[in-house]
């Protein structure tokens, strides 16, 4: 094994602060070393956050997207795409649905759609919260204001990726964007009261072991309550159609290192990594994470929300696929969280 890495999870379990240094011999370890990384992790995940599971449901309610991101298939110029919106009425019956299943926490998740105006969206916000749940809100970049007005209409989270630290890479592959913009709606979104999600992708082109590091480093800088990391995965109808996917070593590497040096975020069992591993959700829950996003959208579609192709997704009723992954996570000796599950650093009261 490697002196380096050795000695930074020896610091690691000492509780020390890790370094940039550090976190790099974390994520450079070979398969045997990961075994001892995901062991800590899982013990940190233990001490702080216990053996809960939250399970969230999304509504992919719309796959319009003004913007132009070279990894994704929703992107506006992706002409192959085919486009749907659900109406007011259908996004409230499937989370009417939803919540009389057992869900907790709904993610109302939306490409950039200008045909929803904030007023609509604090609208379906306010009714969505009459049905007792948490609601998390994935629409974007928007103003100050209007996160105010969705905050003000009962919105608890929002989840905005900074999808990577590296300022150029970021306006590489989200042309005309600034990583400082997206941050700036983070920083405004956490002064507003919002549970703050986070996340980024694993293997994207030209991404270096530094930049890595770098993206764990700025979410525990922004203090993000929640940290999607999921692997990249090309999608044909783009510009990186051709690259290669991330690697789910690595992705489940950056899943136990975000827990160590985050030890109360809520780290999702992503989506992504189950489309490139079938146990890919087992996996993660043995190196950290503890949340669930199972797709609670109407199953006609499903197929067209197709950020990257082949994504997972069960044909199941809304009830089945929640019995299943009730099974999965007490087959791996946890528990199913039963409360909101919010971000344990918030002390809210609902
Ligand atoms: N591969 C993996 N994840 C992707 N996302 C978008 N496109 C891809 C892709 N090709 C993720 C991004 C974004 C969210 C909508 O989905 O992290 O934040
Ligand atoms: Fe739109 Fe989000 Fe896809 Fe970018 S990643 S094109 S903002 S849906």
Not at 20 to 33: C, F, G, P, R, V
């Amino acid at each position: 094994m490697e002196k380096a890495f050795l000695r930074a999870l020896e610091r690691a379990k000492e509780g020390q602060e890790l370094t940039h240094q550090d976190i790099k011999s974390l994520l450079a370890a070979d398969e045997q070393e990961s075994q001892l990384l995901f062991a800590h992790a899982d013990w940190v995940r233990q001490q702080n956050v216990g053996s809960d599971v939250h399970l969230r449901g999304i509504i992919e309610f719309t796959n319009y997207c003004r913007q132009h991101c070279h990894y994704c298939g929703l992107r506006a110029d992706n002409t192959n795409a085919v486009r749907y919106r659900l109406s007011e009425d259908d996004i409230l019956a499937t989370a009417r649905l939803a919540a009389q299943c057992g869900y907790r926490t709904l993610v109302l998740q939306g490409g950039e759609d200008v045909h929803f105006s904030p007023e609509d969206i604090a609208r379906i916000t306010s009714e969505v919260k009459k049905m007792g749940v948490a609601v998390t809100l994935s629409f974007g970049e928007y103003s100050r204001d209007i996160y105010q007005l969705w905050r003000d209409a009962g919105a608890d989270r929002y989840l905005i990726k900074q999808e990577t630290a590296d300022e150029k890479l970021y306006q590489t592959i989200r042309p005309g964007k600034k990583l400082k913009d997206r941050l700036q709606c983070q920083q405004d979104l956490k002064e507003l009261g919002y549970q703050l999600g986070s996340g980024s992708m694993v293997g994207l082109p030209m991404q270096t072991l530094d930049i890595l590091a770098r993206d764990l480093e700025l979410m525990r800088q922004m203090d993000v309550d929640m940290s999607g990391i999921g692997p990249f995965i090309p999608h044909p109808d783009t510009p990186l159609g051709n690259y290669t996917s991330g690697s789910v070593a690595m992705t489940l590497k950056m899943i136990a290192v975000a827990r160590i040096i985050m030890p109360l975020v809520l780290l999702p069992a992503t989506t992504s990594l189950a489309t490139l591993a079938p146990n890919g959700r087992e996996l993660s829950l043995r190196a950290g994470a503890n949340v669930i996003m199972p797709n609670v959208s109407p199953q006609e579609f499903r197929a067209f929300y197709a950020i990257y192709p082949n994504k997972a997704s069960s044909p199941d009723p809304i009830n089945e696929t929640r019995r299943r992954l009730i099974a999965l996570i007490e087959g791996e000796n946890r528990t199913v969280g039963q409360d909101f599950g919010h971000s344990p650093k918030a002390q809210f009261q609902q």
